[in-house]
């Protein structure tokens, strides 16, 4: 099958070929993965321009995804990939293996900068999910940093330029320009755009954007960065969201009050105390949904009130196949222990087989933790629901593990559904997800490609 772009898709892959370094934020299911692919064909095989292209990924898209795409088209498959994964042995036999692209894990960044350093050896650097280096702070961050200079072709992409607010974009956008549109240091880059926020007398928690700071901040990396959303490209069905109240049972509501006035629950088998803000709204967390963990990580059931709930959305779907996401493993435990109770076919994603499955049909309710199926799986076969048993504080963990649904292929509206414990930390979790999702959304919107050739065909570029 030959590889025939949309519009969209062939201004993406002429401005790859074109910048030296350019960051694609396309939301999920635009094919950022066959977009890049193309490029790199062109720059390798048709201008000489690249030798050898590193791709860093999250793991599970490390192992096959890159390649699993390049092999279904045929003007691509010519590629040849070497998966530099595993043991130090087997990473180093793989960088020493004859190959066009070699594709890394992001946790292994640091091993390659230390094992190379100064004898780079790639001239052009991917780095899909492009978010994983949103932090200043990490290692991962610093390592490729301190490698840029011996890096002539970047490409950053991902469909979450900032997951967590305006701050998140610094990093990622210094990787791009090496400091020429945001600053070459991160504190210069928040006083000239934020104020301290929320503070104590000696301690600034955050920081707030300046007035008019999105706006600044969004001129000043609109010519490296392409944003897309698909909305705007692709005939996608709706995706409904729907929150189910939980109720606590009067038990269950004195517990939870108990644990966040004193940070001390008492149960029979023995007192779990909480000694820190963090981990106080962690055993929150866990005790809005049911059960909470001990210091030995034995878990204590609490209540059954969101199990109820989530048992009476099932019978409502009247048969409908639901992908049911679960925070902590106590979640999955007890989630597992009631629908084994019902006539449902019920699994836990584990692999490739799992997917089959559910796609195939032979799966009605199929448990999964968001991190495990956030990139790269395609469940749009396999229905249309989505139940969020309990919510994380990652907006990129949450789109994604949407768009496992929500995506190309998909013929029918998707429905997530968000069961709330009303009074508790499930409430401050969907609106803590709402606030950065407009964030999001303000980033998205305000660097959308202007791209006269897409909408009205007349092959002006930015």
Not at 169 to 182: F, H, I, K, T
Not at 401 to 412: D, F, S, V
Not at 413 to 441: F, M, N, S
Request: charged share 25%.
């Amino acid at each position: 099958m030959i590889f025939h772009p949309h519009p969209y898709q062939q201004y993406c892959i002429s401005q790859v070929i074109r910048k030296p370094a350019i960051g694609l934020f396309l939301d999920m299911g635009l094919g950022k993965t066959s977009i890049t692919l193309s490029a790199i064909n062109e720059l390798k095989y048709g201008r000489f321009e690249v030798q050898r292209v590193l791709v860093i990924a999250p793991k599970k898209v490390a192992e096959a995804t890159w390649q699993r795409e390049a092999a279904k088209w045929d003007n691509l498959k010519h590629l040849r990939f070497s998966t530099v994964l595993g043991g130090v042995s087997s990473r180093i036999r793989a960088l020493n293996t004859p190959a066009d692209i070699y594709v890394i894990n992001r946790e292994n960044v640091v091993w390659l900068v230390d094992y190379y350093k100064n004898d780079w050896p790639f001239d052009m650097v991917v780095c899909d999910e492009f978010s994983s280096f949103k932090s200043h702070r990490a290692k991962r961050f610093k390592s490729l940093s301190a490698i840029r200079p011996h890096i002539k072709r970047i490409v950053g992409l991902t469909g979450t330029p900032s997951p967590n607010g305006l701050e998140d974009l610094w990093s990622q956008v210094y990787l791009l320009d090496r400091g020429v549109r945001l600053g070459r240091y991160y504190t210069h880059f928040r006083e000239m755009y934020f104020e301290p926020g929320r503070r104590s007398r000696d301690v600034i928690y955050e920081y707030d954007p300046k007035d008019g700071a999105q706006d600044a901040v969004m001129s000043r990396i609109d010519d490296i960065c392409i944003s897309m959303k698909a909305s705007d490209y692709l005939q996608l069905p709706k995706c409904i969201y729907d929150d189910v109240p939980v109720v606590l049972s009067p038990k269950a509501k004195k517990a939870y009050r108990e644990l966040e006035r004193t940070m001390i629950l008492e149960l029979p088998e023995g007192d779990i105390d909480v000694t820190s803000a963090a981990a106080l709204s962690n055993k929150l967390q866990q005790l809005a949904n049911g059960a909470i963990y001990d210091d030995d990580h034995e878990a204590h059931e609490i209540h059954d009130c969101k199990i109820e709930a989530f048992l009476e959305l099932v019978e409502k779907l009247n048969g409908q196949h639901a992908l049911v996401f679960y925070n902590f493993q106590h979640d999955r435990e007890r989630l597992m222990a009631a629908l084994k109770k019902t006539k449902l076919r019920c699994r836990i994603y584990k692999n490739a087989d799992d997917e089959k499955a559910w796609n195939d049909g032979d799966v009605d309710i199929l448990l999964a933790h968001p991190a495990s199926t956030g990139y790269g799986l395609n469940l749009q076969q396999g229905g249309h629901h989505i139940i969020w048993f309990g919510l994380n504080w990652s907006l990129e963990l949450y789109q994604q593990a949407n768009k496992r649904l929500h995506r190309q292929g998909q013929e029918n509206p998707v429905i997530v559904h968000h069961l709330i414990c009303a009074g508790t930390r499930d409430e401050d979790l969907a609106d803590a997800l709402g606030k950065k999702d407009a964030i999001q959304a303000y980033v998205i919107n305000s660097l959308k490609a202007r791209i006269e050739s897409v909408r009205g065909g007349s092959g002006n570029e930015k």
